[in-house]
Every structure is written in structure tokens, then in C-alpha cells.
């Protein structure tokens, strides 16, 4: 089961896979199944800002469909490349978008585009 707000083209999962390096979240997201056999991604950096500004109604429907809401603790990995040793990350309590190198962890939350 997924989510995504009105106005959104893509879909959410219910929940985190926990907090990991780049590679570990990247093969994560891909072996993530969506509804039996849809594959999931890691969010790009656009993806993680509209999940920002459309977090109030993601959380309303995750938490009312058994979902979890969103770590306010950390960030979020995104596949959009800063350079060619990092990524950009999301947080989700301030949305800054600073990056973070690949062997650093944080949350990852897998996407289903349509």
C-alpha cells in the first residue's frame, strides 16, 4: 500500500526502510515492491520537496491508513547528484536541501512514479 496528496505524481510508502548509506538506500528502494510487483525508487531531490510541501496531507493519509509520518530527527536521501561524491538530501522538519557523501546515513522513504 502507498500514498500520494492530491496533485502529486507519485506515490509514497507507508513507511521508512530505516536510515542507511547512499548504495544500501539506492538498492533498497529498488528491491521495495509497491502493491506485489510495481518496483519502487529512491525520490529524486523534487520528489523529497513536493513530499515537504505536501507533508501535512501525506501524514494525514499515511497515519490514517497505517503508515508511518515522517522522522523530523534527520534527512532524507534523494538520487539528485550534487557533485560526483554526494548527494542532495531533504529534511523534513525544515526542508533545507543541503548534501551529504555517500557513505553517510539517512532516512530513506521509497517513491513510485506513474
Known sequence: MAVKAPGMNFYVAMKDLGTMNWSNAKSSCQNYSFCGN???????LG???TMY???SSLE???TLNGGKE?????YYWSSTIFNGEAH???SMSSGDTPWNYYDGTNYVRPVFAF
Do not use: R
Open 47 to 49: 520528489q523529497l520537496q
Open 60 to 62: 494525514s493519509l499515511l
Open 88 to 90: 542532495y538530501i531533504v
Open 70 to 74: 515522517f522522522s523530523t530527527d534527520d
Open 38 to 44: 510495481l518496483k519502487g525508487t529512491l525520490p529524486t
Open 53 to 55: 510541501k505536501n507533508k
